[in-house]
């Protein structure tokens, strides 16, 4: 789809330069990386006023990730990290874009453009239009564009022939109005990003534990005896994870990474905000690195336990029985099925060699509080709810959950992914949530479930003439499987984003395309009663304030708060909050107590500097919400992947330079790829059977039951990755994530095990 897919020369291809990986993360190159990008974007004055209030109390929550705050003590100089300055810099851009822009490029020439490109334009500034058959888009009013989705929707023969998206950095108050929107017109289709994120977690720890969210507060991870980081690349994803685990070291604990790469950041880091970071040798973080097999974690796991049962058996007291008998349910299936395992296929199986399944069941052993983190590394399989139910099982094993320095940690992406959940952005509301909903609104919310992403794409796919509306994100580039993607969008009647850049979405639409320019966090927002903030909820369940500083780069831009309000008001106009809610939005908080647990003295308790914690079932160590009344022990299947001679299993990753399918650079810094994107990560040993060698250009397809898909022009790069596993950058590796393959039960794609296979590219020689 980029214009390297259509048309590449070799010289274009050329500008790749590779070095050893790092091994360490952060230190002054993060610190320089990070102000270039300030400056480039801002200027000083700009970015000074904006770094000074980043992740302070009272001040502007970084859109970057939703690693927490730390709850005391903040860094006087500030608590933000080099991709979170990327972050803000990208958002809080002084380059915009307007009507004039869009006069001289069209939409196929803009769609020959990389991503980096795109999203390097600036920020959009104005309402665009464009209707089928035109080349270009066109400026539009905020009232006539309005107007449009309002009579298009209710055009619909049925509300459930409209699909509305959510990105995860939507805030708390413009969530909560959004599906109230969108249950008033009568339909539950809200699909998320959380889909092809952190579903996978919710599913599997909600019908063990009873709560789809963590359990662990960041003092826990301070002072949990043992933390595994699995299937997850803090370094470059949640840089201030990186001093949590700083922390745990400080204070004795031990630390096991289980990841197929071995992760910069979680071998050593230099931490940029301490003099020591700058000129010392850092501090070591990983006592134990697992080359994990990709998707082998389940087997690791399955051994560790074997391991330890064995150990329970001979010398006693590893596992806590007292927690086990009063607290859970399943454990003499699960006891059974595991004892049943053969425990030398169980080792093959997650490629780790026997020492290191010891060691790390010999270091579990040795310390009883323990803290689990993981991310994409693990939901993102077909069995992805199984991998985070096994991850449970080993934690029930030793009672280490809902205690001080023990529990779960699903380390969670977007800002606040987390808070769109419990604000009811979600395909299949709880029944308590909807109950609730009609109650305060009085109006009969829709039962029936309705599609998440994978689920969205295949009705606009079998379907035409329906609304797709997207709040925030970059549908088309993250969703799997892109050309299916991409005619799903195309089949609609009309396609809406709304958006602060322009991204690959916007060039691909229905019937009629929309663009609804909005303003970002760093901004201020401006309504009827003042200036506004919002409230986001991090991964560890603090609902906390969030003010923009900034003067909006446009006056055209609405807040997502206002859009949502305004469309609403069109949709029902007998309804007056709609007004109230956009004026002052204290009344949506009001709203949001009346309706969700948790939130009492939502107005009082969201002004307290540090903000405040959600109730926490699992926390307080009670399970009685579970089906069973109790924590579940579960037995989970493993997966079977029979590679032919010729197939590898391929992961799509982030690489340092990026957020999502925002691409801020060209560069990996910590694996030590620089200039290029289109790389696939491979074994030497792999590469010489193939006789590939390093920097050769490939081909890469990818296999799904009988069905290929292919994308071009790849450079292979030896690595220190195991033996028949690839990894590749997303979102370029999208096109060959099949639409098919995705978790069971929560539907989230696959993109971390894909089968495929690579053959010298006979376009470049
Ligand atoms: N700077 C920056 N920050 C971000 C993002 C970003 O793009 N850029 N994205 C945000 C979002 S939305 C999310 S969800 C998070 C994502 O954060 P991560 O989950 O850390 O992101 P990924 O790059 O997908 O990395 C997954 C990690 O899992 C490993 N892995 C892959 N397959 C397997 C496997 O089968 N087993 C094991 N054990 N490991 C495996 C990979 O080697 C990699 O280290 O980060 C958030 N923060
Ligand atoms: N192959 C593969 N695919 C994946 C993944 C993977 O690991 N591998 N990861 C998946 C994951 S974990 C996730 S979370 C999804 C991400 O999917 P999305 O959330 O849909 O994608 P983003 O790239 O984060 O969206 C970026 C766009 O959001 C818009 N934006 C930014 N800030 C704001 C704002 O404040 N308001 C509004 N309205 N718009 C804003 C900008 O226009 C920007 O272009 O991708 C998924 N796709
Ligand atoms: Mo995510």
Request: net charge negative; charged share 25%; glycine share 8%.
């Amino acid at each position: 789809m980029s214009k390297k897919d259509a048309s590449l020369t070799p010289e274009e291809f050329n500008h790749i330069k590779v070095t050893e990986p790092a091994q360490y993360a952060a230190g002054t190159a993060a610190l320089k990386n990070s102000f270039a990008h300030i400056l480039r974007e801002m200027g000083p004055a700009r970015g000074v006023k904006i770094l000074n209030s980043l992740n302070q109390k009272n001040g502007i929550d970084c859109p970057g990730c939703a690693w927490p705050d730390p709850d005391a003590k903040r860094s006087f100089m500030a608590e933000y990290c080099e991709n979170g300055v990327k972050a803000i810099a990208e958002e809080a851009t002084v380059k915009t874009i307007d009507e004039d822009f869009f006069k001289a490029h069209s939409i196929e020439e803009l769609g020959a453009k990389d991503d980096f490109y795109l999203g390097k334009t600036g920020r959009l500034t104005q309402p665009m239009i464009i209707r089928k058959g035109e080349t270009h888009y066109a400026k539009i009013s905020w009232d006539e564009a309005l107007n449009l989705v309002s009579n298009e929707l209710k055009a619909l023969p049925s509300p459930d022939e409209s699909i509305f998206y959510t990105s995860g950095r939507t805030s708390n108050e413009a969530a909560f109005a959004y599906q109230l929107m969108v249950r008033k017109l009568g339909t539950n289709n809200l699909p998320d990003c959380s889909n092809m994120c952190h579903e996978s977690s919710g599913s599997g720890l909600s019908n063990t534990v009873g709560i789809g969210k963590g359990s662990v507060t960041l003092e826990d991870l301070h002072c949990a005896d043992i933390i595994l980081v699995i299937g997850q690349n803090p370094g470059t994803n949640h840089p201030r994870m990186l001093s949590a685990l700083k922390k745990n070291k400080e204070n004795g604990g031990t630390i096991i990474s289980v990841n197929p790469l071995p992760e910069a950041g979680l071998i050593n880091f230099k931490d940029p905000q301490e003099l020591s970071g700058l000129v010392g040798g850092g501090s070591k973080l990983a006592d134990l690195h697992i080359p994990v097999t990709i998707n082998g974690d389940l087997a690791f796991l399955k051994a560790v336990m074997h391991l330890m049962f064995k150990a329970e058996e001979e010398v006693g007291g590893v596992l806590d029985y007292k927690f086990i008998n009063d607290k859970t349910s399943g454990f003499q299936e699960f006891k059974e099925d595991l004892l049943k395992q053969d425990f030398n296929l169980l080792v093959h199986q997650s490629g780790v060699e026997l020492a290191l399944v010891e060691k790390t069941a010999e270091l579990i052993i040795e310390n009883p509080n323990m803290i689990i983190c993981w991310a994409m590394g693990l939901t993102q399989h077909k069995n992805g709810v199984g991998n985070i139910q096994e991850v449970v099982n080993l934690l029930l094993m030793r009672g280490s959950i809902g205690k001080q320095g023990a529990g779960t940690c699903p380390v969670r992406g977007h800002s606040n992914v987390q808070g769109d959940r419990t604000m009811g952005i979600w395909e299949k509301p709880p029944t308590s949530f909807s109950d609730k909903l009609d109650e305060v609104f009085e109006f009969k919310s829709p039962r029936e479930h309705g599609y998440d992403v994978v689920s969205a794409i295949e009705s606009m796919n079998k379907k035409v003439n329906q609304v797709f509306f997207a709040m925030g994100g970059n549908f088309l580039s993250a969703a799997p499987d892109t050309e299916y993607t991409a005619k799903a969008l195309r089949n609609c009647k009309l396609t809406v984003h709304v958006s602060t850049k322009l991204n690959r979405s916007h060039l691909v639409h229905g019937e009629i395309g929309l663009i609804l320019p909005c303003l970002g966090r760093t901004e201020i927002d401006l309504q009827h009663q003042g200036s506004q903030f919002v409230s986001v909820e991090n991964s560890m369940g603090v609902v906390h304030s969030s003010q923009g500083r900034l003067t909006p780069v446009s006056k055209d831009l609405k807040s997502e708060v206002a859009i949502v309000c305004e469309l609403a008001e069109r949709l029902f106009p007998e309804e007056k909050h709609w007004t109230k809610m956009r004026n002052d939005y204290d009344v949506i908080r009001e709203f949001i107590e009346a309706v969700i647990p948790g939130f009492d003295n939502y107005n009082e308790r969201v002004r307290i500097p540090e903000g405040f914690y959600l109730p926490n079932n699992v926390r307080s160590g009670d399970f009685s919400v579970t089906h069973t009344g109790k924590a579940n022990f579960t037995v989970n299947e493993l997966p079977e992947h029979h590679l032919k001679k010729e197939e590898y299993l391929m992961m799509t990753i982030r690489t340092h330079d990026q957020y999502n399918t925002t691409i801020y650079g060209m560069d990996d810094r910590y694996r030590g790829i620089y200039g290029e994107r289109r790389v696939v990560l491979m074994n030497q040993e792999d590469m010489n059977e193939r006789g590939f060698k390093n920097l050769e250009v490939v081909d890469l397809k990818s296999h799904f039951n009988t069905e290929t898909r292919e994308a071009n022009l790849f450079k292979v790069v030896s690595y220190p990755i195991p033996r028949k596993c690839i990894a590749t950058y997303f979102p370029e590796t999208n096109v060959l994530v099949p639409i098919g393959l995705k978790a069971d039960k929560s539907h989230t794609p696959a993109s971390k095990s894909i089968v495929v296979t690579m053959e010298r590219s006979k376009k470049v020689q």
